[in-house]
């Protein structure tokens, strides 16, 4: 088993940043990726971004390229989602997602563990 918690989530001004932290504990050695994912009121869930934990290959969604950075520190057994000039249609809860396989990083399904989410509000 492995514990996934998010935290970091907020209410920011469009135009804004937040940064997520998502802490793992438990088995983490059976852990290879970690995707960040978003879903919000109505929708359905979709990939943000992902990265392998061994050698930090990083693979974002189009719509957050250029402006969400995600990260991993393997001391702390912590990812991070920097989330900059965020947009109210970004508004959802987020959550992160632990998986084995490096394969089919950008769909839910493909994921083994899952934190509880946190929120993010983005106000216009």
């Known amino acids: 088993q492995v514990q996934l918690v998010e935290s970091g989530g907020g209410l920011v001004q469009a135009g804004g940043s937040l940064r997520l932290s998502c802490a793992a504990s438990?088995?983490?050695?059976?852990?290879?990726?970690v995707g960040w994912f978003r879903q919000a009121p109505g929708k359905e869930r979709e990939f943000v971004a992902a990265?392998?934990?061994?050698?930090?290959?990083?693979y974002y969604a189009n719509s957050v390229k250029g402006r969400f950075t995600i990260s991993r520190d393997n001391a702390k057994n912590t990812v991070y989602l920097q989330m900059n000039s965020l947009k109210p249609e970004e508004t959802a809860v987020y959550y992160c997602a632990s998986k084995r396989s490096t394969v089919l990083l950008t769909t839910p399904r493909g994921y083994d563990y899952w934190g509880q989410g946190t929120q993010v509000t983005v106000s216009s």
């Open positions: 990265i392998t934990w061994s050698a930090g290959s990083t």
């Open positions: 438990g088995r983490t050695f059976s852990t290879n990726v």
